[in-house]
């Protein structure tokens, strides 16, 4: 069933976006893996998914470069028909965060987060829903911050609001082609993310667990799963919903 499955991964050079490569792999989908800067991570995913039996390519992607992504989808369309990749295609989107207090947030830094995370996201979607086949998948990547608080993430949370509400949008305006658009909510989980400090700061990590239903911070591997679980046939009649998947952080 998932044998002409190919799913495009973005920001697959380590962190949430490995793991889902990973996850999608182990199901049979072959993997289109993009990084930003760190060929070397994108490498090591790509190795990764082989030793475990799976197939990855890999491509460069910054996702604040909207122009180039018309020499990204001639790449993209070379590299799926010289290796016979078929039919299905599923994207995911990944962010950036930048948090600071109302006062130390830059205009810079709000066109930063809003370039990638929204503007990016959408003109990647734009570009990339004329090679979608029928039954495609698009997973956008939220963040557990659109449902409750946190001092210092004012703009990163209003960015993923508004990934969730193009999510719905889109997922309107794209179910007549059968195409279908979630959106993924992740509560802290232990990557590099806001310099690691889900994964590498005991306090914070102490104090998330305190606030979490599973008493704990997640591990990449978790939201990998859900990522790809989301993907799955199972879940094909799911459309506009938004999923958090954070051990039930913050309640
Ligand atoms: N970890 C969490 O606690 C958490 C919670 C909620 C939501 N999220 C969301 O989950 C997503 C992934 O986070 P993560 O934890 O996996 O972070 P991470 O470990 O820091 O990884 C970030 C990934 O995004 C890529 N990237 C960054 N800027 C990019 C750009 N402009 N264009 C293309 N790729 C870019 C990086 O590529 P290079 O390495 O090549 O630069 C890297 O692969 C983000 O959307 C984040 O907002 C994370």
Do not use: C
């Given at each position: 069933?998932?044998?002409?499955?190919?799913?495009?991964?973005?920001?697959?050079?380590?962190?949430?976006?490995?793991?889902?490569?990973?996850?999608?792999?182990?199901?049979?989908?072959?993997?289109?893996?993009?990084?930003?800067?760190?060929?070397?991570?994108?490498?090591?995913?790509?190795?990764?998914?082989?030793?475990?039996?799976?197939?990855?390519?890999?491509?460069?992607?910054?996702?604040?470069?909207?122009?180039?992504?018309?020499?990204?989808t001639s790449e993209l369309g070379d590299l799926l028909?010289?290796?016979?990749?078929?039919?299905?295609?599923?994207?995911?989107?990944?962010?950036?965060?930048?948090?600071?207090?109302?006062?130390?947030?830059?205009?810079?830094?709000?066109?930063?987060?809003?370039?990638?995370?929204?503007?990016?996201?959408?003109?990647?979607?734009?570009?990339?829903?004329?090679?979608?086949?029928?039954?495609?998948?698009?997973?956008?990547?939220?963040?557990?911050?659109?449902?409750?608080?946190?001092?210092?993430?004012?703009?990163?949370?209003?960015?993923?609001?508004?990934?969730?509400?193009?999510?719905?949008?889109?997922?309107?305006?794209?179910?007549?082609?059968?195409?279908?658009?979630?959106?993924?909510?992740?509560?802290?989980?232990?990557?590099?993310?806001?310099?690691?400090?889900?994964?590498?700061?005991?306090?914070?990590?102490?104090?998330?667990?305190?606030?979490?239903?599973?008493?704990?911070?997640?591990?990449?591997?978790?939201?990998?799963?859900?990522?790809?679980?989301?993907?799955?046939?199972?879940?094909?009649?799911?459309?506009?919903?938004?999923?958090?998947?954070?051990?039930?952080?913050?309640?």
């Amino acid at each position: 069933m998932t044998a002409n499955r190919i799913a495009l991964v973005t920001g697959a050079s380590r962190g949430l976006g490995r793991s889902a490569a990973l996850a999608l792999a182990a199901r049979g989908v072959r993997v289109v893996a993009t990084y930003r800067g760190d060929a070397t991570g994108a490498e090591e995913t790509a190795q990764q998914v082989q030793a475990a039996g799976g197939t990855a390519a890999l491509v460069r992607l910054d996702i604040s470069d909207v122009s180039s992504f018309g020499a990204f989808t001639s790449e993209l369309g070379d590299l799926l028909e010289g290796g016979g990749f078929a039919s299905r295609h599923r994207g995911q989107q990944r962010g950036v965060g930048v948090f600071g207090p109302l006062e130390a947030v830059t205009a810079d830094d709000f066109d930063a987060v809003f370039g990638t995370n929204v503007r990016g996201t959408f003109f990647l979607i734009q570009t990339l829903v004329p090679l979608l086949a029928q039954g495609a998948r698009i997973i956008n990547v939220s963040s557990s911050l659109t449902r409750h608080t946190s001092p210092a993430t004012s703009v990163y949370s209003a960015s993923k609001a508004a990934v969730e509400a193009l999510s719905r949008t889109l997922a309107a305006e794209l179910g007549p082609r059968d195409i279908r658009v979630n959106s993924i909510a992740p509560g802290p989980t232990a990557t590099d993310f806001n310099g690691g400090a889900m994964r590498d700061d005991a306090e914070m990590r102490q104090g998330l667990a305190g606030r979490t239903a599973l008493g704990r911070v997640g591990e990449p591997e978790e939201i990998g799963d859900a990522i790809a679980t989301l993907a799955s046939e199972g879940l094909r009649w799911m459309t506009a919903q938004r999923i958090e998947v954070s051990g039930g952080a913050l309640l």
